[in-house]
C-alpha cells in the first residue's frame, strides 16, 4: 500500500510507515495513492463480518501483509459485534459500542493496535504517548494492553474527567501507565508535543502517538459502515442516508472511503453539536473556527477538526461535489430534547447519537432509509443522561468492573522535565 502526504505530495510512504509515523512532514496527512473498487459489492455483504472485513482491509493494505496476516488481526480486533437497532419504520441506529471501552474508538483503536505489532520486529521497543479527556485514552489503553514491546503513557487533566471515564483506564497495570497531570487538557497535548519536539529523547524510547489521524484506525471504520447496510432488509439499500456525528470528523471520512469502495450510499449527513466549523464551512465556504465551546457531547467539542483535509482530498479525486454532503448543528437544549423523545419512542441514547438521530430525522425524504451512528453507549454518559431523563442507569460490565479496581495514575506536575522522567522509567 502505497499514501502520499496531503500537504507534500513527494512525500509516500508504505502502510507500515503511515502506522508507525501517523503524521507526515509539515503535520501533512496520509492519504492512500490508490483507492480500490469493488464489483460485486452485493456479494461482498453477503459475507460475514470478520471474512468481509479481511477483504476490505486487504484491497488497501495490499501485498505489504498478506491476507492470512490481516485476517489474524481483524479478527483479534473485531471481538465484539456491530449491530443495527431499528428505532422506527425506516431508521435504523448502528450501535458501535459494545467493545470493550464501550465506544466506536474500540474498533480503530485495537485495529491500530494490530497493525503496528504486525509492521514492527517484537524486540523493538515503542512508546504510545497520548493525551484524552475521555474516550480516546480508554479505547488505546485497552487496545493495547498486555502488548510486552509497547509501553503507553497516558496523560489526563487530574480532576478533569469523570471519576467513571477514569476508572475505565487507569485500573489497568503492566504496560499501561496512567498519568493524571496538574493541569488542563490543553497542557497534557501540549506536553505531547513538546515530547515529539525532543527528537533525542523520540528515538530513544520510540514515541508513537495512536491518535485518530493514524490511516489504520480510520481503515478499520471503514468496515462497520458494510457491516450496517449488510444487516439491512435488501429491498431497503438503495437509498440509504448515513448521519454521522462528528468532532475531528474521522468517522465521516470512513464512511466516505466506504463509499469509494462501492458501498451504497445515497448521501452522508456532517451532524455537529455547537461546535460546527464545518457545517458552518459546507453553507458557506467560508473555514471560520470560533472558539471551542464545552457541550453535553463533549467528544464532539473540536473546532478545528483534523481529519478535513482527507475529506476535501478524497471528495476532490473521486469529483464528489461537497454540496452533496447534508449537514446539521445541535444545541444542547436540543440533543435533551431528542433524548427525552427517542426514549420515549422506546430507544435509550446518548447526546451524540441523539444529534445524529436528529438531523437525520429532520433531511430523511419519503422513501429513503435513514442510518445513524450510535458512538457510545448511554451508561458512558450516565451523568447527563440521567439528568435529561431523570432516571439511574445501571452499569454495563465493563463499567461495574472497573468502577470497583483500584487507581493505578501516577501525580504529575505540569513539567516537562518530570514527563521526560517518567517516559524513561517505564521502559
Ligand atoms: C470520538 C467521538 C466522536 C467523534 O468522532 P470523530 O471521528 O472524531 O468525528 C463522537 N462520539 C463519541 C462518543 C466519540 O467518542
Known amino acids: 500500500m502505497k499514501l502520499y502526504n496531503i500537504k507534500e505530495n513527494d512525500e509516500q510512504v508504505s502502510f507500515g510507515q503511515a502506522v508507525r ?5 509539515n503535520q501533512g496527512l496520509f492519504f492512500p495513492s490508490e483507492l480500490p473498487k469493488f464489483d460485486d459489492v452485493d456479494t461482498l455483504l453477503a459475507e460475514d463480518f470478520i471474512p468481509r472485513s479481511t477483504k476490505i482491509l486487504s484491497a488497501f493494505i495490499g501485498e505489504e501483509l498478506s491476507q492470512d496476516t490481516v485476517k489474524s488481526m481483524v479478527e483479534n480486533a473485531f471481538q465484539f459485534p456491530a449491530p443495527i437497532h431499528a428505532v422506527k419504520e425506516g431508521v435504523y441506529a448502528l450501535e458501535l459500542f459494545h467493545g470493550p471501552t464501550l465506544a466506536f474508538k474500540d474498533f480503530g483503536g485495537r ?18 504517548l497520548t493525551a484524552t479527556s475521555g474516550d480516546t485514552g480508554a479505547a488505546v489503553a485497552h487496545a493495547f ?55 533525542e529523547l523520540r528515538k530513544e524510547v520510540g514515541l508513537n502517538s495512536a491518535n485518530s489521524i493514524n490511516i489504520s484506525r480510520l481503515m478499520a471504520q471503514i468496515c462497520y459502515y458494510f457491516e450496517a447496510v449488510s444487516q439491512l432488509p435488501k429491498e431497503k439499500r438503495s437509498d440509504v442516508v448515513i448521519s454521522v456525528p462528528s468532532g475531528n470528523f474521522g468517522n465521516l471520512t470512513a464512511g466516505l472511503l466506504a463509499k469509494s469502495l462501492g458501498l451504497p450510499v445515497k448521501r452522508f449527513i456532517a451532524a455537529t453539536n455547537v461546535n460546527d466549523t464545518v457545517p458552518r464551512y459546507l453553507e458557506t465556504g467560508k473555514w471560520e473556527p470560533k472558539t471551542t465551546i464545552p457541550t453535553i457531547s463533549n467528544a464532539m467539542d473540536v473546532s478545528q477538526p483534523n481529519n478535513w483535509p482527507r475529506i476535501e482530498e478524497l471528495c476532490q479525486r473521486l469529483g464528489w461535489g461537497l454540496e452533496t454532503l447534508g449537514k446539521g448543528a445541535v444545541t444542547d437544549e436540543q440533543s435533551a430534547e431528542t433524548l427525552k423523545v427517542m426514549n420515549a419512542e ?16 429532520e433531511q ?6 435513514g442510518l445513524f451512528l450510535c458512538t457510545a453507549h448511554p451508561a458512558k454518559f450516565k451523568e447527563v443522561v440521567d439528568d435529561i431523563l431523570g432516571g439511574d442507569l445501571g452499569l454495563p460490565e465493563p463499567l461495574a468492573k472497573h468502577n470497583a479496581m483500584e487507581l493505578l495514575s501516577e501525580d504529575l506536575a505540569n513539567d516537562f522535565d518530570a514527563l521526560k522522567a517518567v517516559l524513561r522509567k517505564v521502559q
Not at 112 to 119: I, R, T
Not at 364 to 369: D, K, V
Request: glycine residues 10%.
Open 364 to 369: 430523511l425524504n419519503e422513501g429513503e432509509t
Open 346 to 361: 422506546g430507544y435509550l441514547c446518548e447526546p451524540h447519537g441523539a444529534i445524529a438521530y436528529r438531523i437525520l430525522e
Open 21 to 25: 509515523q501517523g503524521l507526515g512532514r
Open 145 to 199: 494492553y498486555g502488548m510486552d514491546n509497547i509501553k503507553v503513557v497516558i496523560l489526563y487533566p487530574k480532576g478533569k474527567i469523570s471519576p467513571l471515564q477514569e476508572k475505565l483506564f487507569c485500573t489497568l497495570g503492566k504496560n499501561i501507565h496512567t498519568v493524571a497531570v496538574d493541569g488542563d487538557f490543553d497542557d497534557c497535548q501540549a506536553l505531547v508535543k513538546q515530547s515529539f519536539d525532543d527528537a
Open 111 to 128: 485495529f491500530m493496535a494490530q497493525s503496528l505489532a504486525a509492521v514492527t520486529e517484537g524486540n523493538e521497543q515503542i512508546t504510545i
